[in-house]
């Protein structure tokens, strides 16, 4: 089964920084997809980012960028230029492709982004 | 175009009660999914729907739970009786196939007193 690990609970910058959240995740799987979810106050889940695992090139959504290193199995978010507006639960995703629940999303249990002004 | 509908937005009852949840998809979304998120979590799936059908339910308390999506559109998740560990964040989320996202509607909060 797949497992997805997200080691900091809580993180916090400065605004106008540079910050990086760390997702690591387990699979057995060669071809999948990996998400960032934003999830502020109001409780609904915000796609951030996403890559898929076929793609060598890292995803890049204006101030939001990934790293990921597949033979690592790791997957990190970099916020340029936070935002106070950032400040937010972010969850790391794992989308398999395979099986009966091909589709279904496994979350880490998230990192809380404070933001200072 | 129109988000994921969820409602309502809170639930509060007192354990051994019963409740029941709502949820519209996007439209043309096929696949449905219920997840639980427990406080200091992240989600989890209960159940997964492709139209109409039940595609995994391995984690849904089936004792207790209980989901339906008639005519693969809207959907409903229900809990009889309730127990205080059931006190979470339900989300609704729909997908328009397994290559794309998936998209969440702001959920419910239950509280279980």
């Known amino acids: 089964a797949q497992t997805v690990t997200q080691s900091q609970p809580e993180m916090s910058v400065q605004e106008a920084e540079t910050v990086t959240l760390s997702c690591t995740y387990d699979?057995?799987?060669?071809?999948?997809?990996l998400f960032w979810y934003k999830q502020p106050p109001s409780r609904q889940m915000i796609l951030v980012i996403r890559?898929?695992?076929?793609?060598?090139q890292n995803a890049t959504e204006n101030r939001f960028s990934v790293n990921f290193q597949k033979a690592a199995k790791s997957f990190s978010l970099k916020i340029s230029d936070s935002q106070l507006g950032d400040a937010a639960m972010y969850f790391c995703?794992?989308?398999?492709?395979?099986?009966?629940?091909?589709?279904?999303?496994?979350f880490g249990k998230g990192t809380k982004l404070s933001v200072k002004p | 175009e129109a988000g994921v509908a969820q409602s309502p937005r809170y639930k509060i009852i007192e354990k051994r009660q019963s409740v029941a949840f709502w949820c519209n998809p996007i439209?043309?979304?096929?696949?449905l999914y219920w997840y639980q998120q427990i406080l200091g979590q992240g989600p989890k799936l209960l159940i997964q729907?492709?139209?109409?059908?039940?595609?995994?339910d391995s984690q849904l308390p089936k004792d207790r739970f209980s989901a339906e999506r008639l005519k693969g559109v809207d959907s409903t998740l229900k809990i009889q009786p309730a127990k205080l560990e059931d006190s979470a964040v339900y989300l609704c989320?729909?997908?328009?196939?397994?290559?794309?996202?998936?998209?969440f509607g702001q959920g419910t909060r239950l509280t279980v007193v």
């Open positions: 989320a729909s997908s328009s196939d397994r290559d794309t996202e998936a998209f």
């Open positions: 890559q898929e695992a076929y793609k060598q």
């Open positions: 995703a794992y989308r398999t492709l395979y099986g009966g629940s091909q589709g279904n999303l496994i």
């Open positions: 729907f492709q139209n109409n059908g039940v595609v995994d």
């Open positions: 439209s043309g979304h096929a696949t």
């Open positions: 699979t057995s799987e060669s071809d999948y997809y």
